[in-house]
């Protein structure tokens, strides 16, 4: 029974898994796709986590295909990255239920440390065929082709939706769900053995140049099926120019064209493989086309390799310079691009107007009231004082290093923080290296560069922000909360416990007290080698959204006669809920939480109250 | 036909759910809708906007083009300006007058500007446009929360593509839960405009 719904392209993901019998679906949050696996808690008999890492979660996933169970995967383009070392053996081994990767990729960085294009990882470097949805409803359709073709092939298929597709809402037809197969186990060991072990009757030849020829192979079988794929398809029109569309980028190009005064012919490309039959006589009577796509030029090289190939003389512009080489597509984007190609074209032109001002720019920051505020505030003063360096990490912290805090020095990816200090340390530096690593990210793979560093007795001072879950992603579970995606209580993986069981200093904060954070960051400096202050109260927004109170109330209010406008609450600490009027302080008694951290931060005692009190004393 | 609608706010300020209430009552009325929000780090305290896009036919884009936007809500004083470049001059927008300042303007790095640039700048924009004080009217009427809905409510007013009475059925419907402050606000911001 068919019905339609409104949903949100990760919603839609996760239906049509649920419409393919998928067993198990894991991943690593992430924005584009956190809610994909959340959207799963529907059907209870699907086993969903977060896994540790991407890594783990594709191997978990590989894990139930092994076992003849459909399973997803999902995970964002830095994420996808982190797979790269099991990916290029499944590759090889191939699948025995369904396996379909979601990687969502953020062309523009809009919520990542980086952008850059996963087909480039899936598809030229692990050679497994990729599908890149155009809208929501073709996610949807994709999803569940791929999980046919998965089995039919046994190859593990890539659907790579961007930023777009995932957080747009559309409506969608639904189908029944379907439940998933009894697992059975079937051992395979030329398959499933990815070891160096000659293979009798192949002339001395060793597996894994066996398993390479087997998915060689492959490609001719996956091309063959791309060549008849419905996501790909032609829409004839005029001219000697034609448009070519990669996923989000044929939308653009049909919206594009309702404002165009002519009618280009338009190949639609949402595959990989390409359906080269299909390009070679979509070109017949064309002398330039250009590539729409997100966001390397994947598509635009391949179809020059094919007209190389097979002698065909056509200009093939795209993302390799004609196009922007960094950022989103828009339909702006094609637009301009119509307009530079064909002066004969006409695009209706509007204008917009000058404000008379530059708007300002506004970035995110902590919570008014979040435990990491003071934390980083306390850290910064014993890092200034000092002359310290510090690494910091991914997740809501990082934000200390933006203005007006400015306290971090690098952020790069997943656990880099605490690798890159022991490298700092090693350096001869001679100043304290302190790094800053959330909970979730600790888990994720920052405990192996911590290990790294109690091995060889970095000097490094690693705080552990431990707040009890992933906030920045939208408050999901992991190994140190207690619970698991659905709720249910599970066993605790405490940090603490962990850094514990290394046998290094180990000094245990309460982040909202700024005194005892910067004795312990004092203290610290003074170990040998690694020293560990692990700052532990529950994140402030997820405890009001559950009815928890964190926080006594404690209002605060800013004595005129003793600010001396110094603007340290402004400059330094940055709490929203503070302004400077008429060159005092001022608090914005409406957004105020109080929490009462200022009164601690004020040099000079303007900012009255009793300052910050745990709630329960 | 096509109606596009750009909300732009600030990270909590319920965009997304005001978003919701728009493609639920053109869903109701029978037609098409293709919707994107903001979601993820953004939304703790940066700049968020939903664009909501109505058709009886196709919609591509999931982003409106520039100078497509039919309607304009501002949920807070500089952030619609930041979208002009999706205005024309036939666009209609309502400005809530709500500054929330950003760590730059606290720094003094930049400068805040002053109500009468903003109105200024959003009559360049458009000539039919509203500005409203929506988040204090909601502060004063104990439902500060609900003052997205309010900026629904008033778009009910002066944008007759919206029927008054299905957008506000839609309002109780998304959110039962709190549907006596939301439809207070509802109908307080469909006064505020005379």
């Known amino acids: ?617 | 036909m096509k109606h596009d609608i750009l909300i732009a706010g600030v990270g909590g300020q319920g965009t997304i759910f005001a978003s919701r209430i728009l493609s639920s009552y053109a869903m109701a009325i029978g037609l098409n809708v293709l919707s994107t929000d903001t979601v993820g780090a953004a939304q703790r305290g940066g700049s968020v906007t939903s664009h909501v896009r109505i058709s009886d036919g196709e919609i591509y884009s999931p982003l409106i083009p520039r100078n497509r936007a039919d309607v304009m809500l501002g949920f807070e004083s500089i952030e619609m300006l930041r979208h002009r470049k999706l205005a024309s001059k036939d666009t209609v927008y309502i400005l809530n007058m709500h500054k929330v300042p950003t760590t730059f303007t606290m720094m003094g790095i930049d400068k805040y500007p002053s109500d009468d640039e903003i109105i200024e700048a959003a009559r360049r924009i458009s000539e039919k446009g509203y500005v409203i004080r929506a988040t204090e009217t909601a502060e004063r009427l104990g439902i500060v929360q609900s003052a997205n809905v309010l900026m629904i409510g008033a778009l009910t007013k002066v944008d007759p593509f919206f029927s008054r009475d299905k957008v506000r059925k839609q309002v109780e419907a998304i959110a039962p839960k709190f549907a006596a402050e939301n439809l207070k606000a509802f109908d307080a911001g469909y006064e505020l405009i005379s």
């Open chain 1, 1 to 617: 029974m068919a019905e339609k719904r409104f949903l949100m392209g990760n919603e839609a993901i996760a239906r049509a898994g649920a419409e393919s019998g998928v067993g198990i679906v894991t991943g690593y949050p992430g924005t584009p796709i956190s809610e994909i696996p959340q959207s799963y808690l529907e059907y209870p008999w699907i086993h969903v986590e977060w896994s540790s890492n991407e890594k783990v979660a594709l191997e978990v996933a590989l894990g139930a295909s092994l076992c003849n169970v459909r399973s997803m995967p999902v995970m964002k383009h830095n994420g996808t990255n982190v797979t790269t070392d099991f990916l290029m053996h499944l590759n090889f081994t191939g699948v025995v239920g369904g396996l379909v990767l979601v990687s969502g990729d953020d062309p523009g960085g809009l919520s990542s440390q980086n952008e850059e294009d996963t087909r480039i990882l899936v598809h030229d470097y692990a050679e497994l065929p990729v599908f890149d949805p155009s809208n929501v409803a073709e996610v949807k359709d994709m999803i569940k082709d791929a999980y046919s073709l998965s089995e039919k092939t046994k190859l593990c298929f890539v659907v790579r939706p961007v930023i777009r597709i995932c957080h747009s809402r559309a409506i969608v037809e639904c189908e029944e769900v379907v439940k998933p197969r009894p697992a059975e186990f079937k051992d395979d060991r030329a398959r499933f053995i990815m070891s160096a072990v000659e293979v009798p009757g192949y002339g001395g030849i060793k597996r894994p140049q066996l398993r390479h020829r087997w998915l060689n192979e492959k490609q001719n079988e996956i091309r063959k099926i791309m060549e008849e794929s419905r996501y790909n398809s032609v829409e004839p029109g005029e001219g000697s120019i034609g448009l070519v569309g990669c996923g989000i980028g044929y939308a653009y190009i049909k919206e594009a064209l309702q404002y165009v005064d002519k009618r280009y012919p338009v190949l639609k490309l949402c595959t990989l493989p390409l359906p080269e039959s299909r390009v070679v006589s979509f070109v017949k009577n064309l002398d330039t086309i250009v590539v729409f796509e997100e966001l390397a030029p994947v598509v635009e090289r391949k179809l020059k390799e094919i007209f190389f190939d097979r002698g065909i003389g056509i200009k093939v512009l795209g993302r390799s310079g004609f196009l922007p080489s960094d950022g989103e597509l828009s339909p702006e984007v094609v637009l301009e691009a119509i307009k530079k190609l064909d002066p004969t074209a006409k695009a209706e032109e509007l204008g917009a107007p000058e404000l008379g001002f530059q708007v300002p720019g506004r970035m995110r920051t902590q919570c008014i009231g979040c435990g990491y505020r003071p934390m980083l505030h306390a850290l910064k003063l014993v890092s200034q004082k000092h002359k310290g360096i510090v690494t910091g990490d991914i997740g809501c912290h990082d934000a200390g290093s933006y203005p007006p805090m400015e306290l971090q020095s690098t952020i790069y990816c997943m656990g880099s923080s605490i690798p890159m200090a022991t490298g700092m340390a090693f350096a001869g530096v001679n100043r304290p290296v302190f790094s800053v690593i959330g909970d979730s990210t600790f888990y994720h793979n920052g405990i192996i560069g911590l290990i790294n560093a109690v091995y060889h007795r970095a000097k490094v001072i690693a705080l552990m922000c431990d707040n009890g879950t992933t906030a920045m992603t939208g408050f999901q579970p992991h190994a140190g909360s207690g619970v698991n995606i659905r709720g249910e209580s599970v066993p605790t993986v405490d940090v603490l416990a962990i850094c514990k069981a290394l046998d290094v200093p180990v000094r245990v904060v309460d982040p909202y007290d700024i005194k005892a954070v910067k004795n312990a960051l004092e203290e610290a400096i003074k170990d040998e080698g690694v020293s560990l202050v692990v700052s532990r109260r529950p994140c402030l927004l997820l405890s009001s959204r559950q009815g928890v109170e964190l926080l006594e109330p404690s209002p605060v209010e800013v004595n005129t006669d003793k600010c001396t406008g110094c603007k340290i609450c402004i400059n330094t600490f940055g709490c929203p809920a503070i302004s400077v009027i008429e060159g005092k302080a001022s608090i914005n008694q409406s957004a105020c939480v109080r929490c009462g951290v200022c009164v601690d931060v004020c040099p000079v005692g303007a900012i009255e109250g009793e300052g910050y009190k745990r709630a329960g004393g």
